[in-house]
């Protein structure tokens, strides 16, 4: 959505944060923006707990993303990795969904690194990137939009240490829900962020589970080198960028991009580029697996200190489902 759009269309919304609003929540203050809304910090007036509100106007003229995305929220709530939905309502103009507050994205952690995280940490957040992609994946959807502000860490306890997938307001099914057979393939509108999305949707062709695992690559490349080959040129979403970008995501083998990488960074490119449009992933085999490091949860911005301190709490659940 335009920036400046956005701003005009949420400009009386914001006039509502301090007062108790949605029949409930006290709108503290804007902490980002979705697909297709804000989110803002918030306090459920009825429990006295923090909370994440996302909140769309009504509109005739935009497909309505919230109530879609609550549905998945829905379908998601037993899972690990996806924040726990709480409400959805309409009132006053406004959809708006709550939702458990997540901790930083892997955007602004990754600032706090200088923009580069180590091998150990890339490779741990990879096992749970590929385990919450494969949950998502079995309740019949594709994220089509997965980057690093997209992922962000739990705030509370042993989940600050676990990785969620976040904004679900460009997923989409890839099968259809009553009759699971798959979506055909063809021509389609472009969703995604630029620097991380597909060759094929950049194509403009619709997307299917191996375009998320090529954008699930494509983000463990750029954390582990700091950035891509292509991100100069993601200027906007001119034609001319698109065709710029796209020239180079074709242009550039997966030799070239993982070049100084692990074998594994290789070998799952290959692969997730090598899978046909309807085929299933075999989601271990493109797990990244590397034996000189020790799967402990201590990532670059958290200090061992308290990373033992949260791990010790509680005996933690298992690798890739925790």
């Not at 690990?80 to 602004?108: C, H, K, N, P, T």
């Not at 994946?137 to 676990?162: C, T, V, Y």
């Not at 700091?226 to 065709?243: Q, Y």
Request: proline share 2%; net charge positive.
């Amino acid at each position: 959505m335009n920036k400046i759009f956005q701003d005009k269309l949420f400009e009386d919304f914001r006039t509502k944060c301090g007062k108790v609003c949605l029949g409930r929540y006290v709108l503290v203050r804007k902490i980002g923006s979705g697909s297709f809304g804000d989110v803002y910090l918030s306090r459920d007036t009825k429990t006295d707990l923090p909370c994440a509100v996302k909140v769309e106007r009504k509109s005739l003229k935009y497909e309505e993303t919230l109530s879609k995305e609550h549905q998945m929220y829905l379908r998601l709530n037993n899972q690990v990795g996806f924040a726990r939905v709480y409400d959805f309502g309409e009132e006053e103009g406004f959809r708006w969904i709550s939702l458990e507050l997540l901790g930083s994205s892997l955007y602004d952690l990754r600032k706090r690194c200088r923009n580069c995280l180590s091998l150990k940490t890339v490779l741990m957040l990879a096992d749970q990137l590929l385990a919450r992609i494969e949950s998502f994946h079995q309740e019949g959807f594709i994220h089509r939009d997965i980057k690093p502000a997209n992922m962000m860490m739990g705030l509370w306890g042993r989940s600050a240490l676990r990785l969620y997938l976040a904004d679900l307001g460009l997923a989409t099914p890839y099968i259809d829900l009553a009759t699971g057979v798959h979506i055909d393939f063809k021509p389609s509108g472009l969703a995604g962020t630029m620097t991380y999305c597909s060759i094929n949707a950049m194509k403009h062709f619709s997307q299917s589970r191996r375009d998320d695992l090529e954008s699930i690559g494509y983000n463990l490349i750029c954390m582990a080198q700091g950035k891509l080959p292509w991100e100069n040129h993601d200027n906007g979403s001119s034609p001319k960028a698109v065709r710029k970008i796209l020239a180079l995501k074709q242009s550039i083998t997966a030799e070239e991009l993982c070049k100084d990488l692990p074998k594994c960074f290789l070998d799952y490119m290959v692969y997730a580029k090598g899978l046909e449009f309807n085929e299933q992933p075999d989601y271990a085999i493109a797990e990244f697996r590397d034996a000189g490091f020790e799967y402990d949860f201590h990532y670059d911005w958290i200090a061992r200190s308290r990373c033992d301190k949260i791990v010790k709490s509680k005996k933690y659940l298992g690798r890739r489902r925790s």
